[in-house]
């Protein structure tokens, strides 16, 4: 029996293609030979690559960038995972308001988070002169991500293995080291890989904490493109392209992109 | 020993604390602050900024533009991704692993890629515009105007209603359906009565999150309006960037972000009681 009428198959790869070919595009641009968008390609090259790579701002950005993006992985995963794992294990009452504080970055409009953190780091600490509050941006943003994906790690474990080495005669650190940390860890991994691509891509959080003068390949991006349409621009974006998906690929591997839930 | 434990939480409380609670209260500080040419504010408290907002056509018109524009893309991405959820919460294909990488994937792309993909596609000498023309047409004007705007909106947040909507009709089990066309009812009447009210805690977030996010992009009405296009946000950034009007800036702000959270209430409260007819 056939499941689906073709009207709707046909509607849905429509979809699919809406979905996908706006992003798709920007490759077969970025290997144009010509000298501006056009289509069909006017014969391959790499010249718009080169292009990227002789451009000071576009490779300090892409630089600063996946720096930043490594930064906030490391530190959202080390404060969202202890949070999880208490939430899950520890937590009795009031877990309902604790979950929603942790996810409350993500619930929120980014554009307003932004603001209020411009806000609040002229005001009442050192201004926007370093990195520091666009890196504290983004990992306040990124901790509901790891939280989500560590918990539900770790209420996909194996029920009563932990007591079970406790009961074996290992100790609390031991049984955590040994059990728990290895069955949670393709959720800490995948929350941290989440993060990275969150952090690399953002541009509400980076274009008003970022200092004066500098900025991120997003922002950079951004800015170019607000005045100049040249296969640059699709270069840096393959590029960029590139890096989130095998960053996407590398958690279907891990984990499956099952685990990733909003 | 009980505190010890909150000593996990420690980090990523003080992390929300101070860095969303705190900010977020100063916001709302801000935006009764006065308005001062010297500095970021001047002394004192007033709600002029509020009175402005609300009584200037220009701002008015701003706000109601910024919601057209969340409640067109909402109405579109439910439409066009039902469908597209639906099969992908019910098939068997092989294929099923790559069609939901298909959604997530633009999910996890950088909006300004997506932005510049458009642009690409969209452009008065674009991909569509060149193919329209080798059967004659156009070019026709699709972006730099609310259209492409639009379209760049829906694209962004599709997603975001799919994955909602696609957890919700996986939990509903298929043969609530069979059994209700084997009763006798229309295909049409058992999608209304059966599979529509069922799924409706994902069209609930899937809208919730569509219309939020859409009301306050700032990135798609900035590159595919191309400056011919305002909405509250891109207004917010160039008051907060361009002119450093901080507590005029924090007032349109609060205003957008609390008149989107008053319509989504009103929405949870009416799809509540559509859902309890039902039930």
Known sequence: ?262 | MKLRRWLFALPALLMVALFVVVPYLNIVLMSFRTPSATAIYGPGFTIQNYARVLTDSLYLGLLKDTLLYALATTSICLLIGFPVAFHLARTDSRWRGLLYAGVLSPLLTGVVIRCFGWIVLLANNGLINQLLGLGGLGPYRLMYNPVGVTIALVHVFLPFMILPVMNSIQSVDPRLGEAARTLGASGLRSFVRVLLPLSMPGIQSGVILVFVLSASAYIIPMLLGGGQVSTMPTVVVQQLMGSLLWPFGATLALVLSLTALALVALFGALTKRAMRRVA
């Open chain 1, 1 to 262: 029996m056939k499941r689906f009428p073709t009207a709707l198959l046909c509607f849905i790869g429509a979809v699919y293609a809406f979905l996908l070919l706006p992003i798709a595009i920007v490759i077969p641009m970025s290997l144009n030979a010509g000298e501006y968008l056009t289509f069909p390609p006017q014969g391959l090259s790499l010249r718009w690559y080169v292009s990227f790579l002789n451009s000071e701002q576009f490779t300090s950005a892409f630089v600063r960038s996946v720096g930043v993006a490594l930064v906030v992985a490391v530190l959202s995963s080390a404060i969202a995972t202890p949070a999880a794992l208490f939430y899950v294990r520890h937590l009795r009452s009031g877990r309902e308001k604790f979950r929603l504080t942790m996810l409350a970055p993500m619930l929120l409009p980014e554009v307003l988070t932004s603001i209020a953190l411009l806000f609040f780091f002229n005001q009442l600490f050192f201004g926007t002169g370093t990195l520091a509050p666009l890196v504290i941006g983004h990992v306040v943003i990124t901790i509901p991500f790891v939280f989500l994906t560590v918990t539900s790690a770790l209420y996909n474990m194996p029920a009563g293995v932990e007591e079970a080495a406790r009961t074996m005669g290992a100790g609390a650190w031991t049984a955590f080291r040994r059990i728990t940390l290895p069955l949670v860890k393709p959720g800490i991994v995948t929350g941290a890989m989440l993060a990275f691509i969150m952090s690399f891509d953002n541009v509400n959080i980076s274009l008003l904490l970022k200092p004066l003068g500098t900025s991120t390949l997003p922002i950079q991006l951004f800015d170019y493109l607000r005045y100049d349409f040249d296969p640059t621009a699709a270069a840096v974006s393959t590029i960029s392209l590139t890096l989130t998906l095998s960053v996407v690929f590398l958690i279907d591997r891990i984990y499956g992109l099952r685990a990733v839930r909003f």
